[in-house]
């Protein structure tokens, strides 16, 4: 088992960035695939971006390639995620969660959220 605590959001003007970090917990971190994701208000969640145990093979979701970048350093049990060139419908609650593969239903163990606001 593993947890997982999101940082780093905060209010930001359009066209600004932010870094998201996801920290987590016990030695076998390396071995899960992390994946970011957002709700925003009044919208269902959904996924950003994750990135393999090793770090490879990140993907992204269409709404954010080319914007946003998802990095990990193993040897801090870290996942960061850049966000770049931010527009306001990217304003939402970010959760990065921890799963034993990549696919979306596998993520089980989920962080509280960090609320990342853009304004106009």
């Known amino acids: 088992q593993v947890q997982v605590v999101e940082s780093g959001g905060q209010l930001v003007q359009a066209g600004g960035s932010l870094r998201l970090s996801c920290v987590g917990s016990g030695r076998t971190f390396s071995s899960y695939a992390i994946g970011w994701f957002r709700r925003a208000p009044g919208k269902e969640r959904e996924f950003v971006a994750d990135i393999s145990g090793s770090g490879g093979a990140p993907a992204y979701a269409d709404s954010v390639k080319g914007r946003f970048t998802i990095s990990r350093d193993n040897t801090k049990n870290t996942v960061f995620l850049q966000m770049n060139s931010l527009k306001p419908e990217d304003t939402a609650v970010y959760y990065c969660?921890?799963?034993?593969?990549?696919?979306?239903?596998?993520?089980?163990?989920w962080g509280q959220g960090t609320q990342v606001t853009v304004s106009s």
């Open positions: 969660a921890a799963g034993p593969t990549r696919r979306r239903n596998e993520y089980l163990y």
